[in-house]
């Protein structure tokens, strides 16, 4: 069965820290691009880092220097590392498989930043 599992989201406080992971089935990370996106309530879904099949990465501005992508190819899993984190970061988060015909989604974590 073809699918992405994400994991780690949760309440935290305002300059606070948390590791998404999104463990793959059916599909390879090590040759598959791969993407975390967020989508706030009565916002548009928005890509918040990618990660290429040669392990480059990009950010969107609102995140950059505070989170990290990453991939472990043995485990089959791509991770979104959130350091500093900020009430506007407070969202459903998803992770994004690149895959030929329709992109592969997950379920989606819920993470809230409140004091």
């Known amino acids: 069965q073809v699918q992405l599992v994400e994991s780690g989201g949760g309440l935290v406080q305002p300059g606070g820290s948390l590791r998404l992971s999104c463990a793959a089935s059916g599909i390879s990370f090590s040759s598959t691009p791969g993407a975390w996106y967020r989508q706030a309530p009565g916002k548009q879904r928005e890509l918040v880092a990618a990660?290429?099949?040669?392990?480059?990465?990009d950010y969107a501005d609102s995140v950059k220097g505070r989170f990290t992508i990453s991939r472990d190819n043995a485990k089959n899993t791509v991770y979104l590392q959130m350091d500093n984190l900020k009430p506007e970061d407070t969202a459903i988060y998803f992770c994004?498989?690149?895959?030929?015909?329709?992109?592969?989604w997950g379920q989606g974590t819920q993470v809230t930043v409140n004091s």
């Open positions: 994004k498989a690149v895959i030929p015909g329709p992109d592969l």
């Open positions: 990660i290429t099949r040669g392990a480059s990465t």
